[in-house]
C-alpha cells in the first residue's frame, strides 16, 4: 500500500522568504506522479506542481520547485520569495502511474503560515 | 469551462438521517473520484468511477456509504444513518484518465458536512 508522510505539521516564513516542506513516501511501483497540492481556507484544492517518478529532473514552477529524491522516496516543495497568498494547506500526494485505480494518496498537510 | 461543482455547500444533518452529496464534473471527463476530509486530516479516498466500468469501492469506511453515477457524468454519494464520525468536507474531483493531461484531477469546492 502507498503512503505519504508530511512531518511538520505547521511552517511558517517571513514574507520574501524562502521555505522548504518535507514530504517522504512509500510506494512499491515503479512509475507514478508526485504531486503538491494547495488548499486556502475556501477548501479548494489547487495544483501546485507535478512530478513523473521517471524524470529525473526537478520540476519547477515559477516561484515553486521541487527536490525529487527517488532512492530517498523524498519529495519536498521550495517555495522562494514568500507571498501573503502562499499561506494555505499544502498538501503532498501520489499516484500510480498507469494504475487501473488511479486515486491520490495524500499526506497529513503542512499548515504554512506567511508574516508580512 | 465550469468546474467541477457540488452541492450542498454545507450540509448539517441530525445523527441517524440519511445524506445525499452530488458532484457535477467537467464535462467530457470519463474519472471521477470521492475523497473525504476529516478535520486536520489530508484526504482520504472513498470511491473511483472510470467510464462504464465497475466503480472502485475500496475506499468506503462502512456499509453506510454507496455512491452513484448516473449516465457517466453526476454523482451522488449517500451516507445512510449518519453518526457524528461522518462529520467531514467531502470532496469531488474528475479527469480524463486518458491522453494527454489524463494525470490531472480537477476539484470541487467540497461539501462540509456536519452531524450533530
Known amino acids: 500500500a502507498q503512503t505519504v508522510t508530511q512531518s511538520q505539521p505547521e511552517m511558517s516564513v517571513q514574507e520574501a522568504e524562502t521555505v522548504t516542506l518535507s514530504c517522504t513516501y512509500d510506494?512499491?511501483?515503479?512509475?507514478?506522479?508526485l504531486f503538491w497540492y494547495k488548499q486556502p481556507p475556501s477548501r479548494q484544492m489547487i495544483l501546485v506542481i507535478r512530478?513523473?517518478?521517471?524524470?529525473?529532473q526537478n520540476a519547477t514552477e515559477n516561484r515553486f520547485s521541487v527536490n525529487f529524491q527517488k532512492a530517498a522516496k523524498s519529495f519536498s516543495l521550495k517555495i522562494s520569495d514568500s507571498q501573503l497568498g502562499d499561506a494555505a494547506m499544502y498538501f503532498c500526494?501520489?499516484?500510480?502511474?498507469?494504475?487501473?485505480?488511479?486515486?491520490?494518496?495524500f499526506g497529513k498537510g503542512t499548515k504554512l503560515s506567511v508574516k508580512p | 469551462g465550469a468546474g467541477v461543482s457540488q452541492s450542498p455547500s454545507n450540509k448539517v444533518t441530525e445523527k441517524g438521517k440519511d445524506v445525499e452529496l452530488r458532484c457535477d464534473p467537467i464535462?467530457?471527463?470519463?474519472?471521477l473520484y470521492w475523497y473525504r476530509q476529516s478535520l486536520g486530516q489530508g484526504l482520504e479516498f472513498l470511491i473511483y468511477?472510470?467510464?462504464?466500468?465497475?466503480?472502485?469501492k475500496s475506499g468506503l469506511p462502512s456499509d453506510r456509504f454507496s455512491a452513484e453515477r448516473t449516465g457517466g457524468s453526476v454523482s451522488t454519494l449517500t451516507i445512510q444513518r449518519t453518526q457524528q464520525e461522518d462529520s467531514a468536507v467531502y470532496l469531488c474531483a474528475s479527469s480524463l484518465r486518458s491522453g494527454q493531461g489524463r494525470w490531472r484531477q480537477y476539484f470541487g469546492p467540497g461539501t462540509r458536512l456536519t452531524v450533530t
Open positions: 468511477f472510470q467510464g462504464n466500468s465497475a466503480p472502485d
Open positions: 500526494a501520489c499516484e500510480n502511474y498507469g494504475g487501473s485505480q488511479g486515486n491520490l494518496i
Open positions: 512530478q513523473e517518478a521517471y524524470k529525473q
Open positions: 464535462s467530457g471527463h470519463t474519472a
Open positions: 510506494t512499491s511501483e515503479s512509475d507514478y506522479y
